[in-house]
């Protein structure tokens, strides 16, 4: 593939022709657009072009208070959003020295582990659909849906979440949801068994996948690149084994590291995070046993919002919910930078706070836009055919591009 | 290996650079840093290349604005030594007349989008940058956006607008 010739601009012989791939392609998963010059099926140059849903977020951000800053996360990686959610009530907690209970920190560990197969099941899914077999992807998509109705049980919501609130959740999961969490660690492993025996050795996906849009651990480095992406290239740096944040220190599990950094072992690799993520679930649960069944919430009435009974009918609950809508509570004057290991590498928060109201910059470090910035230089020289694959294991969420 | 201590790095840092590097504080463990666009490169290639710290992951460039600062504009770059697990925050603080820092591209080329995110929100400019252009916004837009004088909503619109009650 790397040999063939490629005709330059100045070549007698060339007839590149322009191909706008996007902004509303089916192929690119997103609204976002590459211009494309091609010479027959062969990608010569191409310019990405992104921003076509940049919504401002780090700007509406700073008219905000904290707690009404989640929802804006949902939309960044709409794939995971409670990984988002998570990592921003992490952060906060992190500014202000709130220490959460285990319970809390086990529960959270079983929605952002969900919303890491949920995130996975869609991406391997459409790189099989991508490369010509939709059966993989609507046997997962069934599981995915169970994941939902297990979010939905949680916090009533199924895609944009706003799962949990600044100091733990909302309200206690309900016996419906462990008994579906339960269904899906049952019957999930089976449809990603026969997932996995339908794709890792099926000689037309391996013959499609396998040395396509290969990327060597220094270039994956130099571009940044987290996640999946960058230990299916063979360097095993993921956030939850080396910052461990909500007690992931408390679990066993093991970081899948790939060699080629090749679309296939980027399959392999989140393949076996699915597995790693059930094994996670699974000890949380087992852990979950041992802590009290009504914990929640960390106890910091001046920051987490009591329920509306509670301020209807109590004076303390009131006043701090009036407090905290109207932002009058002192909040410390420094940065904090918090990162967790999303669905496609690590996102970070990094947040200056002034004491005020709402945060007086907040920068959300976006794995998909720091990804998605190689697409272009590597498209050089590659079929048109294996670019889209590429772009499918690159995972590129338009929300988490534009922010 | 262990996490470098932050004293460690603070004195491998002061070996090299005197006074050119000043440390601002450690604000949740995380030591942050202050230097000069003159030396940014350099301290910059020094953490990334020293064999000891080897800061070779670039976690984020981004920016703040401070429009009552002397230097209004602090760039912020944050760096990670991946094979230590250490991390680092660099600022360099610039005045709006001036608003020229040299591009990081020469050492990660992650760096590239990072830089035109910054300039399309701050209008910070990179020197030395392959393709300075905006990144999120429409090209032809003349403010950038993410400056503290940079209306939320535009003032003059009408369609939200309650003629009875007001907003």
Redesign the interface.
Same mark, same amino acid.
């Given at each position: 593939m790397q040999n063939h010739p490629v005709y330059t601009d100045n070549d007698p012989q060339s007839e590149l022709s322009t191909l706008n791939l996007g902004p509303t392609h089916p192929a690119t998963h997103g609204v976002f657009q590459n211009v494309l010059q091609l010479d027959g099926e062969r990608i010569v140059s191409g310019v990405s072009t992104i921003g076509y849903i940049h919504r401002a977020f780090e700007k509406i951000a700073e008219h905000r208070p904290f707690y009404q800053i989640t929802p804006l996360t949902d939309r960044l990686n709409y794939c995971s959003s409670p990984i988002n959610n998570m990592g921003w009530h992490m952060t906060v907690e992190k500014l202000l020295n709130i220490q959460t209970p285990k319970r809390v920190d086990y529960l959270r560990v079983i929605v952002m582990e969900l919303a890491r197969i949920a995130d996975h099941i869609v991406c391997n899914g459409v790189l099989g659909v991508d490369t010509g077999a939709f059966t993989g992807f609507l046997y997962m998509m069934e599981h995915r849906e169970a994941i939902y109705e297990i979010y939905e049980e949680v916090c009533g919501s199924r895609l944009t979440t706003n799962i949990g609130r600044i100091g733990g959740f909302e309200r206690n999961f309900n016996s419906r949801a462990f008994d579906k969490l339960r269904a899906f660690l049952k019957n999930f492993p089976k449809t990603l068994k026969e997932f996995e025996t339908l794709f890792n050795r099926n000689r037309i996906f391996v013959d499609r996948t396998r040395g396509v849009a290969a990327v060597s651990a220094e270039t994956a480095l130099s571009y940044s690149w987290s996640g999946p992406l960058l230990r299916a290239a063979g360097v095993d740096y993921d956030v939850r084994a080396m910052n461990p944040y909500s007690s992931y220190e408390d679990f066993e599990f093991e970081v899948p590291v790939g060699d080629t950094g090749d679309v296939y072992s980027r399959f392999l690799v989140r393949n076996e995070e699915m597995w790693q993520s059930l094994r996670i679930i699974e000890q949380a649960l087992a852990k979950l046993d041992k802590e009290p069944g009504d914990v929640f919430h960390a106890d910091v009435p001046e920051f987490y919002l009591p329920p509306k009974e509670e301020v209807y009918n109590n004076m303390e609950a009131l006043i701090y919910h009036f407090k905290i809508v109207m932002g009058e509570i002192p909040t410390p004057t420094t940065e904090v930078y918090h990162s967790v290991e999303g669905a496609n590498g690590e996102l970070g928060f990094y947040l200056v706070n002034d004491g005020g109201r709402s945060p007086y910059r907040l920068h959300f470090r976006r794995p998909s836009f720091i990804n998605y910035q190689m697409y272009a230089p590597m498209s050089r020289g590659m079929l048109l055919s294996d670019a889209i694959i590429n772009m499918s294991s690159l995972n590129i969420i338009a929300g988490e591009l534009d922010a | 290996m262990a996490r470098i201590p932050n004293e460690q790095l603070i004195k491998a840092i002061a070996d090299k650079f005197d006074n050119q590097v000043t440390v601002i504080g450690e604000?949740?463990e995380?030591l942050?840093v202050e230097t000069g666009r003159e030396q940014i490169i350099d301290l910059l290639t020094f953490l990334k290349t020293d064999p000891e710290l080897k800061f070779?992951? +670039?976690?984020?460039i981004?920016a !703040?604005?401070y429009p009552e600062l002397e230097k209004q504009i602090g760039v912020?770059y944050?760096l990670h030594s991946?094979t230590t697990?250490t991390?680092i925050?660099i600022k360099v603080f610039l005045t709006e007349a001036d608003v020229h820092i040299p591009t990081a591209t020469v050492l990660?080329?992650?760096?590239?989008?990072?830089e035109r995110?910054t300039y399309d +929100?701050f209008g910070v400019i990179f020197d030395g940058h392959p393709d300075l252009r905006?990144? +999120?916004? !429409?090209d032809d837009m003349t403010a950038f956006?993410?400056r503290k004088e940079?209306p939320?909503e535009d003032p003059n619109r009408v369609d939200k607008k309650d003629f009875y009650f007001g907003r």
């Open positions: - | 604000p949740y995380l942050t070779i992951f +670039l976690t984020d981004t !703040v604005h912020i944050h991946l697990n991390r925050r990660w080329d992650g760096a590239n989008w990072m995110e +929100l905006r990144i +999120l916004n !429409v956006p993410m940079f939320l």
